[in-house]
């Protein structure tokens, strides 16, 4: 059974930081690159970091510098840290395997608001 449970978000001030977490079920975690998904209202669904199984990493432009993806093969669990957060950052923030699954399935995913 596919499971996917976020956790980490909330609200900061611009210049903060957050660490998000994901715990993922072994069907997923252990054969798939990783990644850290976000959706901002009236946004599509966007790929900000990914993580192969062996911690090679890519993120998009918008994060470079200043988000950092990993993983813990053992607890089968992704990270993201995410320093000096802008109000754009604000966003859903999911996990999910690299690419989407066929089933397209998502966790609930956690709220990251950005704002003085």
């Known amino acids: 059974q596919v499971q996917l449970v976020e956790s980490g978000g909330g609200l900061v001030q611009p210049g903060g930081s957050l660490r998000l977490s994901c715990a993922a079920s072994?069907?997923?975690?252990?054969?798939?690159?990783m990644g850290w998904y976000r959706q901002a209202p009236g946004k599509q669904r966007e790929l900000v970091a990914q993580?192969?199984?062996?911690?090679?990493?890519n993120y998009a432009d918008s994060v470079k510098g200043r988000f950092t993806i990993s993983r813990d093969n053992a607890k089968n669990t992704v990270y993201l840290q995410m320093n000096s957060l802008k109000p754009e950052d604000t966003a859903v923030y999911y996990c999910?395997?690299?690419?989407?699954?066929?089933?397209?399935?998502w966790g609930q995913g956690t709220q990251v608001t950005v704002s003085s």
């Open positions: 993580i192969t199984r062996g911690g090679s990493t």
């Open positions: 072994d069907s997923i975690f252990s054969f798939y690159a």
């Open positions: 999910n395997q690299v690419p989407i699954g066929a089933d397209d399935y």
